[in-house]
């Protein structure tokens, strides 16, 4: 089985609009460390239990995190293969602008080399 790796356009939408905001951030932070419930996520926050929840929803639907039902408790983690996913998506960024950086030192080189001062 072949990994996806690319992120459709929707899909980069949705990541960035869910990491747009410190909380979701943070939920995301905390999911990464370990499985913990809604209600134990929502503790932790001053703004309602369904505040919270609309940030996991949020979250959920960028495919950042995992929601499982365990009783009546609804357990979050973070899902490893997307945070890989938009990782790379950032690497690719990342190398563009190198690569722009790159190109700019060359051209400053080039007229330092050409212009003696």
Do not use: C
């Not at 980069?12 to 809604?38: G, H, M, N, P, Y």
């Not at 929502?42 to 949020?58: G, I, N, R, W």
């Amino acid at each position: 089985m072949v990994a996806q790796i690319e992120l459709s356009e929707a899909e980069i939408d949705r990541v960035f609009q869910a990491l747009a905001t410190s909380t979701r951030r943070d939920i995301l932070r905390r999911t990464i460390a370990e499985e913990q419930s809604v209600s134990a996520l929502a503790a932790e926050y001053d703004m309602s239990f369904a505040a919270v929840q609309k940030h996991v929803a949020v979250l959920e639907a960028a495919q950042l995190i995992i929601k499982r039902a365990e009783g009546r408790e609804r357990l979050v983690r973070a899902d490893p293969s997307m945070i890989a996913r938009a990782r790379a998506l950032l690497a690719q960024y990342e190398d563009i602008w190198r690569a722009r950086v790159a190109r700019l030192d060359d051209l400053l080189a080039e007229d330092s080399a050409g212009n003696p001062q």
